[in-house]
């Protein structure tokens, strides 16, 4: 079984083919018929050894140079292209802003929720709950039972709203 090789990367046959691609030319390529024994009809680019074999001529016709439209048709062609890509670019740029932005949101609200759940286990676990006195020199107040119903409420409907 014959082993294959790779003799070229694909960015040399591309740049090989972009340069025959865009050359004029006229080639005579050489091809040569014949005959095996099984009389099987056979075409090669050599002369088969030991076997008589005639020469088929294939004039390939010139290949034409673009016109000057055509090369303004294909660097347009090129500028959509790269406008395009460039606009892709700039468009997944955006989706990741944004989604770094949400991340962050999400991450600050986790914070927020944490923050009101132990606050909220701290009203559950405290006999007494109290304000800061709002003048100068004034103690803390004790809540009522309504009061202290009314932050715990306060707290799990921000629990409930925002929270999972």
Not at 17 to 38: C, G, H, N, Q
């Amino acid at each position: 079984m014959a082993r294959h090789t790779r003799l070229l990367s694909p960015p040399v046959v591309t740049l090989l083919a972009s340069l025959v691609a865009l050359m004029p030319f006229s080639a005579k390529a050489e091809i040569y018929r014949w005959t095996d024994a099984d009389g099987q009809v056979h075409f090669s680019e050599s002369k088969p050894a030991g076997v008589e074999g005639r020469q088929v001529n294939i004039d390939l016709p010139e290949r034409p140079r673009p016109s000057g439209a055509e090369q303004r048709q294909q660097l347009e062609q090129q500028q959509k292209a790269s406008s395009y890509a460039e606009r892709l670019r700039r468009e997944r740029q955006m989706r990741e802003q944004e989604q770094a932005a949400k991340s962050a949101e999400r991450k600050a609200m986790e914070g927020r929720c944490a923050d009101w759940r132990k606050r909220l286990q701290g009203y559950r676990d405290s006999q007494y709950l109290y304000l800061p006195g709002k003048a100068k020199g004034e103690g803390p107040t004790i809540l009522t039972d309504q009061q202290r119903a009314e932050a715990e409420a306060e707290l799990n409907a921000h629990i409930a709203e925002y929270c999972d």
